[in-house]
DNA sequence: CTGAAAGCGCTTACAG
DNA sequence: CTGAAAGCGCTTACAG
């Protein structure tokens, strides 16, 4: 980096004094308009830009908030940081974007980073695999919020926004009810995950009010690899009586799962309903698809996210615990073609 | 933000300089080992955690590269993130994530915040429509390195990094040749983006080698909207000798081709083969796809752009132009199953 | 309305 | 091996 051109530079040049041009160029009130004309004169022909790194040390405000998001290969984080982008923008705040890549090890250093980096804010969603939440109590610590955002932390402690997982598997399965369903299994996540509990519990509530029974048979658990999906598939079509709807937990395990009847139950493809979780790009592409789609507004709960992440940055309260939000942004049920 | 621990705290209670502290926390060979030992040894045990504000002003460097890219909904910048991630991560440094939108005065704007926060280096894939870059040139000014990747920049003084488009669409092409096809299309992308015209070479350079001359009527551009993918379509195959085969400027070129085929000229469906850029995530999942498709490594060529880019860093000759690089990273043709 | 001065938390050349 | 001091570029309470 050169050297750009600084306050001193400029206030010799005008034989003012630092504060004065400094003042000039943050609109302070007690500059005369002249003043703050020629000021401003000198700095665009000079092409002035103020060094953020002197602002921000000075000021002891980074104006940067962290994200540390698993894995930008989701689509979803994506639109979650569309989301956040657009708060952060207004606020002028810049990102500091990390990937954990699902590692908790990986998360750990990230979590020192932005610490050491004096974000003012941060928000987060945990690995699969994090259960110790002392990391992130460290940022309370020094007093920098954080938010938690689509991956339910395993301690109830912190602020968390997502999508309304109960409510739209609720309506998932709910669907299918209505469409005369009535043998409907439920390929659940993994039980580590309180989102698969969430979804599971959906289900759960759609069947008991309309008095269907839960038959533990019809639920599986799969960790969305593809030999999952198949295990489960076959245990399901082994039954007795096997379902004639499937709700699963998202669009990838749905569409292994329709691969699978393509490949061993040809027959049964037509006759089988799928709904789940997702909107993926590419499904006006698909020949089979799921009849219906939970479309998860995270745009949304980035946006969310950041307001309240913006409402405590700004509130400026570091000692005071203004308890933990828990924000569920309601999702939509999509009809596919 | 509350106050952190600083140096003056431990020095004071260690009874030494701020400066042993400081040296001491860098490993400066110049203090005892026991001296070293105590000072880390409060380090730990009060959680002291550098301020790298205050080092960055210190040190006039940002530790920070800025990202601008189009659109992180395009798998393919998610990529290349993580190929600039990886070693970003090896030097230590953090990565300012913005997005442009496509949008040149969203990229403006965001180019001044880079400047502004004294970013010790950009890379950058311009918009579609960016066609200034005198935007680009204030970071020579000021003396911070770029490095364009992925989109060509319209004035070729600046350092690029992208894959070989030519040789990709040579292999494409040359692929549908070797399966003794010899009326074979051309779906272009626009024309103002210089990798259409890069693609579009190899093309040329395929038939050439092969002896099949350019017929100009098999060649059609297209602005990636369905409407025009289907207008394209409709022309190659009212012709009086339509294509049996169409290369294309991408995957989501193919799949519109491909419906539009499925709803118009289903019987000539199974005859057409196809082939283009890129690996959507879903292919295994689709019943109609190109028969080949070129990879594009884009991993790699974030990674060579951020090796390129450290490098420049790191020589420190904000004076010395060294010439601008071009690097092309050879892409692989993938037979889809 | 303007300016002198202190200070944010570090690093580093220099002196001892 | 350790320390005193300067200084990075800003902002801001205070004095005039």
Redesign the pocket.
């Given at each position: 980096m050169k050297?750009?051109i600084?306050?001193?530079d400029m206030a010799k040049k005008l034989?003012?004094?630092?504060?004065?041009v400094?003042?000039s160029?943050?609109n302070d009130h007690?500059?005369?308009?002249?003043?703050k004309a020629r000021v401003k004169e000198l700095a665009e022909s000079w092409n002035y830009v103020?060094?953020e790194s002197?602002?921000h040390?000075?000021?002891?405000k980074s104006f940067t908030i962290g994200l540390i998001l698993p894995d930008l290969q989701d689509h979803f984080f994506v639109e979650a940081i569309n989301g956040i982008e657009e708060v952060a923008g207004k606020e002028n705040y810049n990102i500091i974007l990390t990937q954990s890549h699902e590692d908790p090890r990986k998360e750990e250093s990230i979590v020192h980073v932005m610490i050491r980096n004096r974000v003012d804010g941060l928000i987060a969603a945990v690995t699969k695999h994090t259960i110790d939440m002392t990391l992130f109590e460290k940022f309370r610590t020094v007093g920098i919020p954080v938010i938690h955002i689509v991956r339910e932390p395993p301690n109830d402690c912190f602020s968390y926004v997502s999508v309304n997982n109960v409510e739209g598997a609720f309506r998932a399965t709910n669907f299918l009810i209505k469409k005369r369903h009535s043998r409907i299994a439920h390929i659940m996540g993994p039980q580590t995950m309180p989102i698969s509990l969430a979804r599971f519990e959906g289900y759960k509530q759609a069947l008991h009010k309309n008095r269907i029974p839960l038959d533990m048979a019809l639920v599986r658990e799969v960790d969305f690899s593809e030999r999952e999906t198949e295990k489960a598939m076959l245990g399901l079509m082994k039954l007795k009586s096997p379902p004639t709807a499937i709700f699963t937990f998202k669009n990838d395990i749905t569409l292994d799962a329709i691969a699978f009847l393509k490949k061993k139950y040809p027959r049964r493809l037509a006759s089988i309903d799928f709904t789940d979780f997702g909107t993926l790009p590419l499904f006006k592409y698909l020949d089979h698809k799921p009849v219906a789609s939970i479309e998860e507004n995270f745009y949304e709960v980035g946006r969310q996210a950041a307001i309240l992440l913006f409402d405590m940055i700004n509130e400026n309260k570091p000692d005071h615990d203004p308890g933990h939000s828990n924000i569920q942004i309601p999702c939509e049920l999509i009809v596919n073609r």
């Open positions: 050297k750009g600084t306050l001193k034989n003012m004094s630092v504060s004065t400094s003042k160029l943050n007690a500059i005369s308009a002249f003043t103020a060094n002197a602002r040390f000075k000021l002891n």
